[in-house]
């Protein structure tokens, strides 16, 4: 198979490819480097299976050259990695989300490309959604900009296989973590307690809960579906089995760092901004009935990325 993925050179993205190249794919990166990182593909230089083209999503030229490339399927990860972004540049979502998702379903109808895979998001689902939430929960009223460009995505795609035919995979995430991460808490915590090892400041009242999944389990899970599920248009969500509140997050994190003794400081309220979900967890159900579970729970996939993380950065450190 010959892959297109957008976003390659990111978080999800650059695991993604670790397996399709173990494989035996061949892949095609789209990706402007705005977040993701070439040195997350290194590794793969010598095998001749991944060509990385720098470009942007928002222009359509760019999408429509690299689909030219006689691409099979499409993993379409790229998005705006930073959701509270969105509250201060508002057009964000609209142009790395709903925008740049119209110019890969479109050029995908021109190159004659039938298959996509999408990564959305459980922040579709809104607030005030039962927990653990199944895929059929509707009407979905996303709260922030970012949720609202992940329901268009996903209603431009259903589009596209209803009138073009297209077959899609999408896939409704809870929050993914693990290696190579470049932002989200545990990230934000880490960077914090090197600034300041006294002191870690967590936005909200620390009892937000929601669901972490590692971005290994994340990558196999999306091939496993991808193999198993056959329908013009197939959703699932992707999650673990169970939650964890940002209050575990700061405790775990400040004993990963070994700085035992940073005072854990809430800034209040009970979310961390506008937009926010304080608490969300997926019904797995569908996932699990396929076939494929999770090698990590919430805490284990915290503590796994807390500690993959610092090692990351002690490799940047020594360099």
């Known amino acids: ?17 670790d397996r399709l190249v173990s494989r035996g794919d061949h892949i095609v990166v789209l990706d ?14 010598s095998t001749g299976q991944v060509k990385v083209i720098k470009g942007d ?13 006689d691409i099979d399927c499409v993993f379409h990860l790229a998005a705006n990695p930073d959701i509270r972004l969105g509250t201060r540049v508002t057009d964000t979502d609209l142009k790395q989300g709903t925008i740049a998702t119209y110019n890969v379903v479109e050029a995908m109808r021109r190159c004659d490309v039938k298959k ?40 431009l795609i259903s589009s ?3 009138t073009f035919g297209l077959q899609a995979w999408i896939f409704r995430f809870a929050n993914i973590i693990g290696a190579r991460g470049t932002h989200g808490v545990i990230f934000d915590f880490i960077h914090k307690l090197r600034k300041d090892p ?42 673990s089995h169970d939650t964890a509140s940002v209050r575990t997050i700061a405790e775990i994190v400040v004993d990963v760092t070994g700085c035992k003794d940073a005072q854990i400081e809430y800034t209040g309220g009970d979310r961390g901004w506008a937009g926010d979900i304080p608490k969300a967890r997926l019904s797995i159900n569908k996932m699990l009935e396929s076939g494929f579970d999770v090698g990590m729970d919430s805490e284990e996939a915290i503590r796994h990325t807390a500690e993959s993380l610092l090692a990351e950065i002690g490799l940047e450190d020594e360099s």
């Not at 198979?1 to 490819?17: D, E, P, Y």
């Not at 402007?32 to 230089?45: A, T």
């Not at 870690?200 to 999306?222: F, P, R, T």
Request: contains cysteine; glycine residues 12%.
């Open 57 to 69: 999503l928002c222009n359509f030229e760019d999408v429509h050259a690299a689909m030219n490339e």
């Open 198 to 239: 006294t002191r870690l400041e967590v936005l909200g009242n620390g009892l937000q809960e929601k669901s972490y999944m590692e971005v290994g389990d994340c990558a196999d899970a999306i091939l496993h579906v991808m193999s198993i599920a056959n329908e013009p248009l197939n959703l699932y969500n992707l999650g």
């Open 32 to 45: 402007n480097l705005s977040s993701g990182q070439l040195s997350f593909l290194d590794h793969h230089q």
């Open 160 to 162: 596209w296989v209803g």
């Open 1 to 17: 198979m010959r892959a297109l993925v957008t976003g390659g050179a990111g978080f999800i993205g650059s695991h993604l490819i």
């Open 116 to 155: 996509i895979a999408f990564a959305s998001s459980s922040v579709v689902y809104g607030e005030g959604a039962p927990l653990p939430t199944p895929e059929d929960y509707g009407p979905c009223m996303p709260i922030s900009l970012y949720g609202a460009s992940k329901q268009a995505g996903e209603g």
